[in-house]
Nanobody, 127 residues
Framework: QVQLVESGGGLVQAGGSLRLSCAASGRTFSSYAMGWFRQAPGKEREFAAAISWSGSNTGYADSVKGRFTISRDNAKNTVYLQMNNLKPDDTAVYYC????????????????????WGQGTQVTVSS
């Protein structure tokens, strides 16, 4: 089994920055892709960013491209989401997700491809 624990959420003013972390524990010896998704009140969960096992490939939703940066440290089994120039529309619960058995440079933007999810961390951006 795998446990994912997000941290780093909070309240920030528009234009500010936050850095989210997601630490994986348990069965972490296999290669895996990671993703960040978010869900705003009354809306469906949506893709934000993803990264391959190697870290060489990343993908972003158009709404966050140029403002968010995903990275990972495999030695620490941790993935990060650096969020800059935050906007009120970024307010949501942010979830990290993990998909095993993805070596190399693949990553996924579809929530259904991921088998493990964290509990989420709240990000609130005030105007």
């Amino acid at each position: 089994q795998v446990q994912l624990v997000e941290s780093g959420g909070g309240l920030v003013q528009a234009g500010g920055s936050l850095r989210l972390s997601c630490a994986a524990s348990g069965r972490t010896f296999s290669s895996y892709a990671m993703g960040w998704f978010r869900q705003a009140p009354g809306k469906e969960r949506e893709f934000a960013a993803a990264i391959s096992w190697s870290g060489s490939n990343t993908g972003y939703a158009d709404s966050v491209k140029g403002r968010f940066t995903i990275s990972r440290d495999n030695a620490k089994n941790t993935v990060y989401l650096q969020m800059n120039n935050l906007k009120p529309d970024d307010t949501a619960v942010y979830y990290c997700a993990l998909k095993y058995g993805v070596p190399g440079g693949n990553y996924y933007s579809t929530a259904g491809r991921y088998g493990y999810w964290g509990q989420g961390t709240q990000v609130t951006v005030s105007s």
